[in-house]
């Protein structure tokens, strides 16, 4: 099913506040919201049931896996009371690694929705996992949306870190000290 532009853009919006939590943490301003889609293509996003959002956590949970999609795929899973999430769209601010893009296969998320491509470690673009053709399931991938609100806040986040208002990632922000 085909949503408007603007349909995206709104969840990449919420996927973006997410993303912003992360960074006044200290965490590396990742964002990932999860929604039920939608029967028909025309819904409004005001009506549609979000039923997953996150944002990195690594540095606060000390744990390495503890990425906004990961976060945000255990809360829809529980949400949904089933590990298969084939009904759902998955927004995060930049584009999924290998192992977020695995569990997302895993979860069978059908459409996949990213601002933000990662040409060092991308999933989807480095990896290609999204397509391999030993893999059983090949979610529907929608980049760009929003790209330039979420390089921004990646690029501001880094820039903080290396001017000093930060000492590195993991580190809140002097000002909240």
């Not at 960074?23 to 979000?50: F, M, N």
């Not at 390089?151 to 993991?170: H, N, Q, S």
Request: hydrophobic share 45%; charged share 20%.
């Amino acid at each position: 099913m085909i949503f408007a532009p603007a349909f995206h853009e709104a969840f990449m919006r919420l996927a973006l506040r997410e993303a912003a939590q992360a960074a006044r943490a200290g965490e590396v301003p990742a964002g990932c919201v999860i929604i039920r889609q939608p029967d028909a293509p025309d819904a409004l996003p005001a009506g549609v049931p979000l039923i997953g959002r996150a944002h990195n956590q690594t540095e606060l949970l000390k744990d390495p896996t503890a990425h906004a999609e990961m976060l945000a795929i255990t809360q829809a899973t529980s949400a949904v009371g089933d590990w298969r999430l084939t009904d759902t769209i998955l927004y995060v601010t930049k584009e999924p690694c290998p192992m977020c893009a695995g569990a997302i296969i895993l979860a069978r998320i059908p459409i996949v929705v990213f601002g933000l491509a990662d040409p060092k470690r991308g999933g989807g673009t480095v990896f290609n996992l999204f397509d391999h053709p030993g893999l059983n399931h090949h979610p529907q991938i929608l980049s760009g949306v929003l790209e330039a609100d979420c390089r921004d806040t990646l690029t501001a986040f880094f820039r903080t870190c290396r001017d000093g208002g930060m000492g590195k990632p993991g580190e809140k922000l002097k000002a909240e000290r």
